[in-house]
């Protein structure tokens, strides 16, 4: 099991202990749809020729507990969590970790529209009470509590401080829905009441990307567990001044880059204009990575989730982005 100390994670076998660093890649697909046949083969090719020690695995609340439209007796709820439980099978037979991601939520209606939202709900709740206690203390399983929190600048002020809702909780309004935001705080407080002690990850802010105010009285308390790693988004769309946006709470958590990835120097995505060319921006970010001593999750073993780390589900690496992340692996990862 893995339990981190200070900053740094251990891997604890019996007696012995060892500080590790985790690499790997996340695998899309069940946080969309509730079946995806392809799913275990790309995540046993990762593990087994990528050399991934850590997969990261987005689901949906809506899909865990039934809710979306395509679900019926044939592909029901807990014919979905078996799948989840046939890839942490599959991981920790390899000697693996996965991170179970929450990626998609509701707004706490069970309405089929599950998708990214600001800030979890009370459904979240639920799936981390029956989530958290169906792999409860399992060595290779961490939890990933929320995938992206963001508080959009136009409600900025009218809700309060969004990192004080990000840490407590607080009303939030998203078009004309309007729902209590869950904090990270009480989500960690709700896994820990299960009796886990798994290592829980949590996201900071503007989309996961920064942790610059999950500080003093925002900062996350860890009741009774293994410990706490922040995720950092980064992406290519973002500032450069990594340092100042993540690096500051090195000393007291580690840091698990959760995302990151490239478009390729012509793409123009929706998502912003990409600051560097890939040749440039691939390598100063890994290096930053391995010079901090943080782990990633490369952003995305599926051909169809960009920026992807594969060209089709024949896993050949995208020049751009998979090529960096493949040779890292095999470089670290042993």
């Known amino acids: ?49 990528w050399h991934a020690n850590i997969i990261r695995l987005p689901v949906s609340q809506d899909r865990w507990f039934g809710k979306m439209p ?58 981390w009470q029956n989530a958290a206690a169906r792999y409860r203390n399992h060595p290779n399983v961490l939890f990933g509590l929320y995938n992206e929190p963001h508080i959009d600048k136009k409600v900025d002020g009218e809700f309060g401080d969004p990192w004080h809702i990000w840490k407590f909780g607080g009303e939030l309004r998203e078009k004309e829905t309007s729902y209590r935001a869950v904090g990270m705080q009480e989500m960690i407080d709700k896994v820990r009441s299960t009796g886990a002690k798994n290592i829980v990850v949590v ?14 009285e925002n900062a996350l ?75 990633f999750t490369a952003w995305d073993f599926h051909p169809k989730a960009g920026p992807c780390l594969i060209k089709s589900f024949n896993n050949e690496p995208t020049e751009y982005h998979g090529v960096y992340v493949k040779e890292f692996l095999l470089g670290h990862n042993k």
């Open 70 to 127: 395509e679900q019926n007796d044939e592909n029901n709820a807990e014919k979905y969590r078996a799948r989840v439980d046939e890839i942490i099978d599959a991981v920790a037979e390899r000697g693996k970790y996965l991170l179970l991601d929450l990626h998609w939520s509701d707004l706490g209606l069970w309405n089929g529209k599950s998708g990214q939202h600001m800030m979890p709900d009370a459904h979240s709740l639920l799936f």
């Open 203 to 216: 996201g900071g802010l503007d989309w996961g990307y920064t942790l610059d105010g999950a500080v003093g």
């Open 221 to 295: 308390h860890e009741p009774d567990g293994n410990g706490i790693i922040l995720d950092a988004h980064v992406y290519p769309w973002k500032r450069l001044e990594w340092e100042l946006d993540i690096g500051g709470l090195d000393r007291d958590f580690p840091i698990l880059v959760g995302e990151f990835g490239h478009y390729g120097n012509d793409a123009k995505p929706v998502e912003g204009v990409q600051r560097l060319p890939s040749e440039e921006w691939m390598p100063r970010l890994l290096g930053w990575i391995e010079k901090n001593g943080y782990s």
């Open 1 to 49: 099991m893995l339990k981190v100390r200070q900053n740094k994670i251990y891997e604890i076998i019996g007696d012995d202990e060892r500080e590790v660093r985790l690499y790997g890649v996340n695998r899309a697909g069940l946080e969309w749809e509730s079946r995806d046949g392809q799913i275990l083969d790309s995540i046993k090719f990762a593990c087994d020729e």
